[in-house]
């Protein structure tokens, strides 16, 4: 499984990015896609994940800001940021999993950079 990330950047507190992950390789049952985001000194933390069956889940600290969504005839996973604020700022991956019964194997994108600044 391949993860190919994209959209980062830099934009002011306030404003709005759009992520793009896109799997390749083989992808067939994987369950779950998601973003995670590390901030420099700090533990990765999960932001958002979507489950085969659209099932969502968010950090506290980006709901009702962040949106997740999935096509899943692009193989692509999608992470709408609105109202980004300075904390928002770290590295993102996108994750892709594939859990049978109490086995999961997890995929990393490379990482894309966030940055919230004025």
């Known amino acids: 499984v391949q993860l190919q990330a994209s959209g980062g950047g830099l934009v002011q507190p306030g404003g709005s990015l759009r992520l793009s992950c896109a799997a390749s390789g083989f992808i067939a049952n994987l369950n779950v896609m998601g973003w995670y985001r590390q901030a420099p000194g700090e533990l990765r933390e999960l932001v958002a994940s979507?489950?085969?069956?659209?099932?969502?889940n968010y950090a506290d600290s980006v709901k009702a800001r962040f949106t997740i969504s999935r096509d899943n005839v692009k193989r692509t996973v999608y992470l709408q940021m609105n109202n980004l604020k300075p904390e928002d700022t770290a590295v993102y991956y996108c994750?892709?999993?594939?859990?049978?019964?109490?086995?999961?194997?997890?995929?990393w994108g490379q990482g894309t950079q966030v940055t919230v600044s004025s």
């Open positions: 994750n892709a999993a594939r859990v049978t019964g109490n086995i999961r194997n997890d995929y």
């Open positions: 979507i489950t085969n069956g659209r099932s969502t």
